[in-house]
């Protein structure tokens, strides 16, 4: 009876544990992450095998107007993909019309050494958000093109949202930050301003709008939104990687990899240095301590009323 009391002590101290101790801060969530983004060497030679990061082009980035459109598996996994233009992504969209974009690199062996993420840009020459992602799936189907994801960017340009904290927003909010950066940037509002901002304001939005999920059923890929400012900025990228001269030993790519709770780790070019790059949900030892143990609070909380009512 004596060791029976003593056990009800400790659950009741564990209970009480649970819930007084604050979660750890974050900005970044599922429904605003962050991405990492880094450029990506590889020696045509040795195609495939020869993948090496540029420490210097690696960075966390943050922006209100980061949006999880549909997440799919990106929470449970890897999600480090190469980043390929897409233009608008409409169904009149060609794979010789994603060769140009891409400086004729979106099928060679490196590219296609591992996932992609399609970059797309809203509006265009259709308007709806699921004729772009359906064409994106059937041509990475038909041409093997390994499209996991797709990024899209917003047509519209706002004025900068406000953060605080140790950075300073820049052009529409984004906000850069070494990956070894403990900080991170928190907003001024939860909410975006000018509502339009928000996913679930969007008329074209046939994915995930505020009257629920429409066409997710046949979405095989995680989606996320950006804005205007991003979006041009990775054009401007992919332009720039891609543009090498055709005697040069090497073909670079920008990889993008989503993140849904605060980390940090370092880059050296053989691969990052700890679990920040390794997934995506950011479960290393700076994530929050209840996730890493249990997934979330309520589990333990289960399991701690489970073994009291067995003492009693």
């Keep these: 009876m004596r060791v029976s009391f003593t056990l009800l002590l400790l659950l009741l101290h564990l209970f009480l544990l649970l819930i007084t101790v604050p979660g750890v801060n974050s900005q970044a969530s599922e429904n605003n992450p962050f991405i990492w983004q880094v450029v990506v060497q590889y020696d045509i ?102 499209i996991g994801a797709v990024l899209l960017y917003d047509n519209m340009i706002y004025n900068g949202s406000s953060s605080n904290g140790s950075s300073s927003a820049s052009a529409e909010g984004l906000v850069q930050l070494n990956t070894n950066n403990g900080s991170y940037p928190t907003w001024s509002t939860h909410s975006l301003e000018p509502p339009s901002r928000n996913i679930h304001s969007m008329t074209d939005n046939d994915i995930s709008n505020s009257n629920g999920s429409q066409n997710s059923d046949s979405v095989f890929m995680a989606i996320y939104f950006g804005s205007n400012h991003y979006g041009r900025v990775l054009k401007d990228m992919v332009h720039k990687y891609t543009s090498t001269p055709s005697n040069s030993m090497h073909q670079y790519y920008i990889q993008l990899t989503f993140f849904f709770a605060e980390t940090t780790f370092t880059t050296t070019e053989n691969q990052p240095n700890g679990s920040g790059g390794e997934n995506g949900n950011g479960n290393n030892d700076n994530s929050d301590m209840w996730t890493v143990f249990t997934g979330e609070r309520g589990y333990l909380a289960y399991l701690i009323a489970a073994g009291a009512a067995l003492i009693l």
């Excluded at 420490?55 to 209100?64: C, E, G, I, M």
């Excluded at 994603?98 to 099928?107: D, F, K, M, S, Y």
């Design 45 to 146: 030679a040795r195609s495939n095998h020869s993948q090496k990061y540029l420490p210097d082009t690696s960075f966390k980035l943050y922006s209100q107007d980061f949006q999880t459109v549909n997440l799919h598996d990106d929470l449970y996994g890897h999600n480090q993909r190469l980043l390929l233009d897409f233009g608008d992504g409409c169904p009149q969209t060609t794979i010789e019309d994603i060769q140009t974009l891409n400086g004729n690199t979106a099928t060679s062996p490196s590219m296609m050494s591992q996932p992609s993420i399609a970059l797309v840009e809203r509006g265009g020459r259709c308007n709806l958000w699921s004729d772009k992602i359906n064409h994106t799936q059937a041509i990475s189907k038909i041409y093997n093109l390994n």
